[in-house]
Each structure stands twice: as structure tokens, then as C-alpha cells.
């Protein structure tokens, strides 16, 4: 199906968001070299243009999505995944987790933790994309660089490296504590308190995530006109009041754009999590949601439970990034 | 509006690229083989737990195999522990994707066998071993009277020790479990453990409760029923709160931890971080001054110097030996493999006399007990031997898989590990427990 129309509009396949924006504004151009031939019938190119998409987007979502929403009203466990008939249980799965005080424990860390998280890259990268700003050009194809091996860093190397920063016996981290004078520290297991294992967490995510956040407002910030600010400058604006006032409002699309973002990634945030259980952490206490996800239908192969949750998930992410979602639409409109 | 454009295009690709993550199913490259239906000529794959089966022994079992069946070939892949379970749930069910022979922990077996993955063994039984076989292996392997999983190897724990460390603190080798509480408390100072031992470390860390006479869960009939609040239990609990509280430097979080780096000596022969460590038998060849082998790897020299390292058994509540947990893989072939016959012919070889030879010649104990002696006479084999006899195996409860992969257990011993009530703790978890015993989801 997807081989068929890509062929079908070989040269677009590929970028289907600027195609399909493209024809409104072709439509209106007053002089196209080649003549437009029938100017009144209404334009089906960028329908046709959106076809891959449309077609990529059912092919990925739409059967495990079914599967999944068929599963939360099936009692499915290991026997069924040895072909036993599923048994059809209705809305018993989400009762069952919804009265489990587990899920909402995790729901509520996870939702904080995601909010943290996402708030904190954005923070850091926005200051990071101001800095790039006021820097000379050597300094800042630096930074990029940096940021950019950051960005291009392997999870699973990332985190090993940070859990052998880490690690109570042989880590970087408690030797400096240790030599500037934190005594107390010798032998500390971060990974050990919830709270210290999330300090941990928050720092490789904030580390992994700073670099898209701050390369994407970099390149928002470099399309604000030097003319306006030049002109708030001769007014007397301060740089404190030409960053609320001019910078902020102007790169506000890209800013809440990686937000949003920033929140669905962070709300799902898994295998970070996973990686640093596994070097030895309290393990229902420092589940987020996708963690949980899996343990119930990996580990415990309650699958039927496990898609409930995942359904919730869903609703929750929507739920989240929804007051964006809307304003964006109505700054489109 | 450019600027909203950009965005908007950056929203319809980023949502594209989660989506494709989201809904990713595990892929496991299993190459299996194809359609071929005729048992002449095919590949076929066996699936191995960890690296206890090693190199030598791999490279026998895809030789002999391609030997005695012309034209097959057998390729053998290796799974983590960790990771076999959920393995094993996505790809048995799957004929195209499934190995066809897999090894699987002697505890994992029945969350398998009591669904259905496993052929049927029953009709070559008595061919593969029969009654020579390790019977607890085999009965955590069968359900209703039928063989689904047979025993692959044994394996079991005895201490590790620092005879040096031991012998200049006047310390001799206990002949008692209290003893031996005793002794590595003394050992323990701020840079060394007594005793090293994890506070998640359950699988050591049950011993105290055999030694004591305490069982994790009973079974009646079908229903299990979690112990923990037994008396007994509760006194093996208490006890090994108090070693790892007195003994150990170890987090209490620590888990899955490879021991026996704490007991050579550190970098540039600085003290050893631990005077006593528990691990399976063959723990010896991490542990010892460092050689160079054939290869010209540096290598440790499996503890050559008895005057600096030895081992001894654990001590019971009264002297003899304390019941360690068994360790120990089964083996099953899958219902869904396409070259059933394959596979069986792959069994044979396992459980021929010059392959069960071999699993003792490299320290692990063979499924056929005839074949026990293999395991050699030295110290190491005799201790081992001595232990496994006394060793206990887990409750073999339709549910332990997911009580393994939920982790409840580390969660307990970390909990008393930390100095909770251990009376308290264990009413608590044997709610918890006795649902998911019985295989009852999310209790």
C-alpha cells in the first residue's frame, strides 16, 4: 500500500508536511510560469499528497492500537498467549487497576517527574540557545558541537556511563565528594532512595533531552529581525525586558512546540529508568509508567491489565498536551 | 507564520517517529529456519541460559549434532537471565519465531509447563535418563504425570573465604550458623565486609530461612500458601538481618552483585573489600592472583593458594550442613517447534553419557546422576556435592515467574534489610504473595 502511493508521487513522499502546506501557498501566487489549467475545480493534490502519511500512520497505529484496546476488555494471560481463548471480561481490567493504590502511586510520580523534567531541559536549553546568541561564532560552533555528541550519544552507553559515575564503590562522583570534603559520602548509594535515584534520572534525561530543546529555540532566536531589537534598544528596553517583551513572544511557537514535546517523551520514559534499576534501586518505588507497563504484562504476563494501563496512558498523554495542542490550532486558524 | 509552519511540520514528524517507537513489538532476530517440513535436512536453534554452558561444550553439541544428523545444523543462542522469561513468553507461542530446544531455570519451568509450551517428553523418558534423573528437577518439570522439562545441570553456594584474613584474626572455620554470624561481625571493619552480601541478595539470603527449618510456601493440593510468617521463617529472617547488618558494607539495594571481585585483592594489592563472600562453585575461576593463560589473556588463577583463599560449606543451626538454594537450569523442547524429531535427536546428545561427562568436567553438576561423579574429587567437587544434596529448591508455584519478575523478593530482604520488622514485613508480603503464587494476576 505505502510502496503504491509513494510511487504515486515519487519527488514528495518524503516531506509530506511541506507538500501539504505548499499548495496553498502556489495557490495564491498571482503569476506561476506554467499557466494553471483548471483554476476552479478544488485543488486534490495536497489530499493525494497526504495519502503516505495517512497510509504510514494506519499501518504503524492502527493494529497494535486495536489490539490493544481489544486486550484491556480481555482476561489475557499467559494461557492465552498459548492459544487459550481470550475471555471477554469488560471493563474489569481497568477496575482492577484503577483500585490498585500501585497505579496511582505511579501515575502521580510519573506525572511530576515528567513535569520536572520537561521544564527543567526546556530551562536549561533556552538559556543555553540565549547563550549561543550572545557568543562569538568560534565559541558557539563549540557549543553546538558539544551539544551535538550529547545529542548523538547512545542511551544505553549514556546511562551506563552515568551509573559508573554513580556507583557507590568505584564512582567519580562520591571520590570528588569525598576529596572537597564530604566525608559522609564515602560509600553513598545514590541509586538506593527514590529520591536520590530520581536525582540521578532527572540529570541523564535533562542531559540526553538539552540539546534538541536548545538547538531548536538557537535556530527559533536567530529568525527574530535584528531590527526590532535594535528599535526596543533605542527605546531604553533592558535586556532583561527585550527578552520577555520581543525575544520570548516572538520564538513562543518553537518554545511551547519542544514543551509539548518535552512532556509526551518524559511522561514515557522508559528504558532510562530500567537500566538504573538494574544496578540495584527499590523497584516499585521507583516505577514510572512505562516501567509498570511492562512489568505487569512482561513480568507478570498480564497482558489484559497491562494494555488497560497503556490505554490510560494515552488518554493521559492527550490529556496533558491537549491546552497546546489547542493553541496552536487557534494561532493556525 | 513560517516559524508556525516549521513547528507544525516538526509535530507531524516527531508524533510519527512516536508512534513507530510506541508500538514496537519485541523483535527478536531468532534466525529459526524455514519452511522445510521434512526432518532430513533443516536448522535448528537451541536457546541457552547465560554463559554456564561454555564454548567447549557449545562447540561438542553443534558437532556431534551436525555429525549424527547429516545435512542439520544446530545454531545456539545465548539469552541473560534476566531477560528469558519475556523471551520465552513472545517466542514460544510464535512457530515461525520459536527455538526449538530451550534451557530454562528449574524454578521458571512450571509458569511454562502448565500452559502448554513444552512438548511432551513422556514417551522418550526413560530413553533420555529416566529414573537416573534428578527427581526435583524432573517434578518441577512435569505436570499431570507427564514430562514436559527435564534437568539440565545442578549447581549450588558455599562460602568463598579469605583464609589469611580468617587466620590472623584467630578465626577458625564454624562449625555452627550462629558461629559463623560470629565470626564475620569480628571481620568487619569500615573499608572491609565480613561478610559481603547484598541487601536485595534473596537467593543467598534464603538459606538462613532453610537452615532454620522455614519454607517460603507450602502447597495443598494445587493452593500455595506464602510462609513467610511462620515462626520458623521468621527466625531465618531475623537471623540474616542481623548478618548483613553486622557483616556487610554492601548497599541494601544491591542485588545480582559479582562477589568475588570483593575477595582478591584490590588495585595496586591494596586489602580486599570482603573477608567472606557466597557464591555458586564456579565463583573459583574469578577469584585467585592473576596468570596468564594459554591464550596470553591475563586470567585468575582459580585460586591456587589455599594458604590465602578456601572455601567451606555453610554451617546448619546445630553443625552439619545448611540447605542452600538449588540452583540449576532445565530443558524442554517447544510445542510449536517445527522439527520435533531435530530436536529430540539434539536431547539425546544432551543426555548421552560423553556430554553429561563433559557438563561435569567444566564444574557444572549433570542432570543424570550416574554421570556425578564426573565433577571430579577435589575440594570443590565435594563441597559442591555435599551442598547440592542439602539444597532446596523455591516454590515450584504456577506463579513464581512473575514473582521473580516483579522483584518482590528483593523488595522484602531489602526492606529487612534495612532494619524493618521483620514480623510486620512478612504478614505484609504473604498478602501480597499468596495471590501471585497461585498465578493470580496483579494481586
Known amino acids: 500500500m505505502s510502496h503504491d502511493a509513494a510511487l504515486g508521487v515519487p519527488a514528495h513522499s518524503g516531506p509530506a508536511g511541506p507538500a501539504a502546506t505548499g499548495p496553498a501557498a502556489t495557490g495564491t501566487a498571482p503569476t506561476g510560469e506554467p499557466p494553471a489549467p483548471r483554476r476552479r475545480r478544488p485543488p486534490s493534490a495536497p489530499y493525494l499528497l497526504l495519502v503516505p502519511a495517512v497510509v504510514a500512520l494506519l499501518a504503524g497505529l492502527a493494529y497494535p492500537v486495536g489490539k490493544q484496546v481489544v486486550m484491556s476488555v480481555q482476561k489475557y494471560g499467559l494461557e492465552q498467549q498459548f492459544g487459550q481463548p481470550p475471555e471477554f471480561v469488560g471493563l474489569d481490567n481497568f477496575v482492577r487497576i484503577f483500585t490498585d493504590d500501585a497505579l496511582w502511586a505511579v501515575v502521580a510520580r510519573s506525572v511530576v517527574f515528567c513535569m520536572v523534567n520537561a521544564l527543567l531541559t526546556v530551562v536549561v536549553g533556552l538559556a543555553l540557545a540565549l547563550l549561543m546568541r550572545a557568543v562569538t561564532t568560534p565559541v558557539r560552533l563549540t557549543l553546538q558541537v558539544c551539544l551535538l555528541l550529547a545529542w548523538a550519544m547512545p542511551m544505553v552507553a549514556g546511562v551506563t556511563v552515568f551509573k559508573w559515575l554513580f556507583d557507590y564503590r568505584t564512582g567519580v562522583v562520591n571520590w570528588l565528594l569525598v576529596k572537597v570534603g564530604f566525608d559522609g559520602m564515602a560509600g553513598y548509594s545514590w541509586l538506593s532512595q527514590p529520591m536520590t535515584f530520581f536525582f540521578v534520572a532527572t540529570m541523564i534525561i535533562v542531559w540526553?533531552?538539552?540539546?534538541?530543546?536548545?538547538?531548536?529555540?538557537?535556530?527559533?532566536?536567530?529568525?527574530?529581525p535584528e531590527e526590532v531589537l535594535e528599535a526596543a534598544r533605542i527605546d531604553g528596553a533592558s535586556g532583561r525586558q527585550q527578552l520577555w517583551h520581543i525575544l520570548l513572544p516572538m520564538v513562543r511557537p518553537v518554545l511551547s512546540i519542544v514543551l509539548l514535546l518535552q512532556i509526551i517523551w518524559d511522561l514515557r520514559v522508559f528504558a532510562q529508568i530500567r537500566l538504573l534499576q538494574d544496578a540495584g534501586a527499590p523497584v516499585s518505588e521507583t516505577n514510572l509508567l512505562g516501567n509498570f507497563i511492562y512489568e505487569l504484562g512482561m513480568s507478570r504476563q498480564d497482558f489484559g491489565g497491562a494494555a488497560a494501563v497503556s490505554i490510560f496512558v494515552l488518554a493521559l498523554t492527550v490529556l496533558l498536551s491537549w491546552p497546546y495542542v489547542r493553541s496552536l490550532m487557534k494561532e493556525d486558524a | 507564520m513560517k516559524m508556525l509552519r516549521f513547528a507544525a511540520l516538526g509535530v507531524a514528524a516527531t508524533l510519527?517517529?512516536?508512534?513507530?517507537?510506541?508500538?514496537?513489538?519485541?523483535?527478536?532476530?531468532?534466525?529459526?529456519?524455514?519452511?522445510?517440513?521434512?526432518?532430513?535436512?533443516?536448522?535448528?536453534?537451541?536457546?541457552?541460559?547465560?554463559?554456564?554452558?561454555?564454548?567447549?561444550?557449545?562447540?561438542y553439541l553443534k558437532d556431534t549434532f551436525a555429525a549424527e544428523n547429516p545435512g542439520s545444523t544446530l545454531t545456539i543462542e545465548e539469552v541473560a537471565w534476566p531477560d528469558l522469561v519475556t523471551k520465552l513468553t513472545t517466542a514460544l507461542p510464535d512457530e515461525a519465531n520459536t527455538p526449538d530446544v530451550v534451557e530454562i531455570g528449574n524454578t521458571q519451568s512450571p509458569t511454562f509447563t502448565t500452559v502448554g509450551a513444552f512438548r511432551d517428553l513422556t514417551p522418550i523418558y526413560d530413553e533420555l535418563g529416566g529414573d537416573k534423573l534428578l527427581q526435583s528437577f524432573v517434578d518441577v518439570g512435569s505436570v499431570d504425570g507427564k514430562n514436559y522439562a527435564l534437568p539440565y545441570y545442578f549447581g549450588s553456594r558455599y562460602m568463598f573465604y579469605r583464609k589469611d584474613i580468617w587466620t590472623a584474626a584467630g578465626l577458625e572455620v564454624p562449625k555452627t550458623l550462629s558461629e559463623f554470624s560470629e565470626s564475620v561481625a569480628k571481620l568487619k571493619t569500615d573499608t572491609q565486609s565480613g561478610f559481603a552480601m547484598g541487601g536485595q541478595d534473596w537467593r543467598n539470603g534464603i538459606s538462613w530461612v532453610f537452615a532454620n527449618g522455614g519454607e517460603l510456601a507450602t502447597v495443598d493440593g494445587t493452593t500455595w500458601t506464602s510462609t513467610l510468617s511462620d515462626p520458623k521463617t521468621i527466625e531465618g529472617l531475623t537471623q540474616w538481618q542481623e548478618v548483613y547488618r553486622t557483616a556487610s558494607n554492601l548497599p541494601s539495594t544491591e542485588r545480582d552483585v559479582a562477589y568475588w571481585d570483593f575477595l582478591n585483592d584490590g588495585t595496586d594489592g591494596s586489602a580486599p573489600a570482603a573477608a567472606t563472600i557466597m557464591a555458586p562453585g564456579w565463583a573459583r575461576w574469578s577469584i585467585g592472583d592473576i596468570t596468564t593463560n594459554d591464550a596470553g589473556d591475563e586470567v585468575r588463577d582459580g585460586m591456587a593458594d589455599d594458604t590465602t583463599f578456601d572455601i567451606f560449606a555453610l554451617p546448619g543451626v546445630d553443625g552439619g550442613i545448611a540447605p542452600v538454594f538449588a540452583g540449576g537450569s532445565n530443558i524442554a523442547v517447544s510445542a510449536k517447534s517445527q522439527h520435533p524429531e531435530l530436536a529430540?535427536?539434539?536431547?539425546?546428545?544432551?543426555?548421552?553419557?560423553?556430554?553429561?561427562?563433559?557438563?561435569?568436567?567444566?564444574?557444572?553438576?549433570?542432570?543424570?546422576?550416574?554421570?556425578?561423579?564426573?565433577?571430579?574429587?577435589d575440594k570443590f567437587a565435594t563441597t559442591m556435592i555435599e551442598t547440592a544434596a542439602a539444597s532446596k529448591l523455591t516454590p515450584a508455584a504456577p506463579g513464581w515467574a512473575a514473582i521473580e519478575g516483579a522483584f518482590v523478593y528483593e523488595e522484602l530482604f531489602q526492606k529487612i534489610a534495612d532494619g524493618g520488622d521483620?514480623?510486620?514485613?512478612?504478614?505484609?508480603y504473604d498478602a501480597k504473595l499468596t495471590p501471585m503464587l497461585n498465578g493470580g494476576a496483579a494481586g
Open chain 1, 208 to 224: 540526553m533531552s538539552v540539546p534538541f530543546v536548545a538547538l531548536s529555540l538557537y535556530a527559533g532566536l536567530t529568525s527574530v
Open chain 2, 16 to 59: 510519527a517517529l512516536t508512534a513507530c517507537s510506541s508500538s514496537d513489538t519485541p523483535s527478536d532476530d531468532a534466525t529459526t529456519a524455514g519452511g522445510e517440513k521434512t526432518a532430513e535436512a533443516a536448522e535448528i536453534t537451541l536457546w541457552l541460559a547465560g554463559g554456564d554452558t561454555n564454548d567447549e561444550l557449545r562447540q
Open chain 2, 344 to 377: 529430540e535427536n539434539l536431547l539425546r546428545i544432551i543426555f548421552s553419557e560423553e556430554y553429561q561427562t563433559k557438563l561435569g568436567g567444566a564444574g557444572l553438576g549433570p542432570g543424570n546422576s550416574d554421570f556425578v561423579s564426573s565433577l571430579g574429587d
Open chain 2, 422 to 428: 521483620v514480623a510486620a514485613l512478612a504478614t505484609e
